[in-house]
């Protein structure tokens, strides 16, 4: 109760003067404690919930929030083996404290990533980097883009004023919108694939609760993309913001909400440009009628991809992940009926209201329907975005998209630190779908693919995910909070100091993160280890007793 209170206060302002937006630009000036005292009794909080938001983000913490220029800390950096190069060669231009790290920039096709001076940049070696920063050279994100199937996510708009004439026919009409998704089976690209239009339909008929005086709902879109290896959202953002837009802009007019936010991830600052760009667009055509956009910026967090922990970001508070029921449906942002939804999900929207629900039903599998953006990383030979039926066999898009591998690769890590690892020899068993990876004890995910080279320890992998959950954990229970840490520490010492991992006490350890934890980050990190203690067994079995 009095954590619904602390947090119903805080939603006086709501977006107009947002907290969280406050929180950041003192952080970001290094504002005195009494500026963030003076804050908190503005908002009529105490001082400790503006201090629990400043402290735990990446771009607002104390230690991290002076740094000049953030080196990409992402996976597929890591396994590429570019990030101490790049350190190094950074030394010769930045102080060493003047360094900070970045969760993965999106620049996984080229690695050497790093953010600076609101830009993100890939430099190969010192040249490339004394460009950057002595000229002050942009760089574009630049990465191949292809498709096998109808385009859906990845053709051009060639009008945009007659791509929102759409909404105008469908905007009356909220039932036949929701039936034609529904014939669609679009399912959520978060991760998650759950059905899209089960969420307007509960965002229709939620009740009105006591904080909602007025009819107020959201629609909110997670484009937080933090699983490192992924970057289509961020292709979906700055090649193709119209659709996303679109798509928040119909579920706007099918559920009665006039309101959309896009939470986008601090470490895409190009998507942040483009996609303001694409709303300044909207409003000078006046296209939208009075539905307003609004952009938050988020300030470097995993756990705020979780759409619960996502709200409360919004809301200016720690994001702590919350217990479902309610969802977000129900009891969404500010308390208000929320459709919250990936931004790939938006994306589709379009597509089948222009094309209808069976058109799109008909491409794909029965229950995996339509297309799916994959991220191929730079170990493949053509690195890029692929929209890809589903359904196709993994091999396929490997070889045909992906054009094979550069270097002997051992296995693949598919959908993010959450999804699993798959050995190189299952590859040719899996096709593109949410079915055939799960049956075979892996993930879709957001369908990011993240190459383990032959050489790359298996255990210095574990270690990273288990760091990275550590790392990113929001702490509000102890299966994640401290057995994350243990989790790592072992493997740590394994490495280090000879020491023998007791294989029951590892294997405990995984049960109760797995049926112990609230959310997914603790709950499905045990996935990607069981497959690597099940396909690399002899690898591994030097560190264990
Ligand atoms: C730790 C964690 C991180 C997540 N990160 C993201 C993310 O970056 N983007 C995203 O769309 N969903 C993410 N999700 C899933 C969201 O909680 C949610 O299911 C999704 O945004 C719903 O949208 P969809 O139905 O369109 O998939 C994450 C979940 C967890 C547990
Ligand atoms: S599993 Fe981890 S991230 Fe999820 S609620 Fe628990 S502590 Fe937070």
């Known amino acids: 109760m009095a954590n619904k209170n602390i947090r119903s206060l805080s939603f006086r302002k709501e977006l107009d003067d947002n907290l969280f937006e406050n929180i950041t630009d003192l952080s970001h000036k290094n504002a005195s404690k009494s500026e963030f005292q003076e804050l908190a009794k503005r908002f009529m909080i105490d001082d400790s919930v503006v201090a629990a938001t400043a402290s735990f983000y990446d771009f607002t913490r104390e230690s991290n929030r002076n740094k000049k220029i953030h080196v990409c800390?992402?996976?597929?950096?890591?396994?590429?083996?570019?990030?101490?190069?790049?350190?190094?060669?950074?030394?010769?231009?930045?102080?060493?404290?003047?360094?900070?790290?970045?969760?993965c920039v999106g620049r996984c096709h080229t690695n050497n990533a790093f953010m600076y001076n609101d830009n993100t940049y890939s430099a190969n070696n010192e040249n490339e980097l004394g460009s950057i920063i002595d000229n002050k050279k942009y760089q574009e994100n630049n990465y191949n883009i292809g498709c096998n199937t109808t385009p859906i996510l990845t053709a051009e708009i060639e009008d945009i004023t007659a791509f929102y004439q759409l909404a105008e026919v469908h905007k009356n009409n909220p039932k036949q919108v929701i039936q034609e998704i529904k014939t669609s089976n679009l399912r959520g690209r978060g991760g998650a694939g759950f059905p899209f239009w089960f969420k307007l339909d509960a965002v229709i008929s939620a009740p009105l609760n006591n904080l909602s005086k007025e009819s107020q709902k959201y629609i909110v879109c997670n484009a937080d993309e933090g699983d490192p290896g992924a970057y289509s959202d961020m292709y979906l953002m700055e090649h193709q913001p119209h659709k996303v837009l679109f798509g928040m802009y119909m579920a706007g007019l099918t559920v009665g909400a006039n309101t959309g936010i896009l939470y986008i991830r601090g470490e895409y600052p190009d998507s942040i440009r483009i996609v303001g760009e694409a709303i300044s667009a909207l409003k000078e055509k006046k296209l939208i009628g009075d539905f307003k956009f609004k952009i938050i910026r988020g300030q470097g967090s995993y756990v705020c991809g979780e759409e619960t922990a996502l709200l409360s970001s919004i809301e200016g508070l720690r994001p702590e992940v919350r217990v479902?029921?309610?969802?977000?449906?129900?009891?969404?942002?500010?308390?208000?009926?929320?459709?919250?939804?990936?931004?790939?999900?938006?994306?589709?929207?379009h597509w089948i209201l222009q094309?209808?629900?069976?058109?799109?039903?008909?491409?794909?599998?029965?229950?995996?329907?339509?297309?799916?953006l994959v991220s191929l990383d730079?170990?493949?030979?053509?690195?890029?975005?692929?929209?890809?039926?589903?359904?196709?066999?993994?091999?396929?898009?490997?070889?045909?998209?992906?054009?094979?591998?550069?270097?002997?690769?051992?296995?693949?890590?598919?959908?993010?630190?959450?999804?699993?690892?798959?050995p190189s020899d299952k590859i040719k068993d899996l096709t593109l779908d949410f079915e055939s990876l799960n049956s075979n004890g892996f993930l879709l995910g957001h369908a990011s693919v993240v190459s383990i080279p032959k050489d790359f320890p298996m255990i210095q992998f574990l270690e990273h995910l288990l760091e990275f959950t550590a790392d990113e954990s929001c702490g509000k229970c102890y299966p994640c909070r401290i057995g994350s840490f243990r989790g790592m520490e072992m493997l740590q010492k394994a490495q280090k100091e000879g020491y023998k991992i007791d294989h029951q006490l590892?294997?405990?350890?995984?049960?109760?993160?797995?049926?112990g934890s609230l959310c997914a980050l603790g709950g499905g990190i045990p996935l990607p280890v069981k497959n690597a203690l099940q396909y690399f067994k002899e690898e591994l079995k030097q560190y264990f007793t």
């Open 73 to 103: 800390s992402g996976t597929a950096c890591m396994v590429a083996n570019t990030q101490n190069s790049l350190y190094k060669n950074l030394e010769n231009h930045f102080d060493p404290e003047e360094i900070g790290h970045a969760a």
């Open 324 to 349: 479902r029921p309610p969802y977000p449906a129900q009891y969404g942002l500010f308390g208000k009926p929320t459709v919250l939804s990936n931004v790939e999900t938006f994306a589709n929207i």
């Open 378 to 422: 730079s170990f493949f030979n053509s690195p890029g975005i692929y929209e890809i039926e589903m359904g196709t066999p993994l091999k396929t898009i490997f070889d045909e998209f992906g054009k094979g591998l550069k270097s002997d690769i051992k296995a693949f890590q598919i959908g993010g630190p959450l999804g699993g690892i798959v």
């Open 355 to 372: 094309n209808g629900g069976e058109a799109y039903a008909a491409l794909g599998t029965k229950q995996s329907t339509g297309t799916k």
């Open 506 to 515: 590892f294997e405990d350890l995984l049960e109760t993160l797995e049926i």
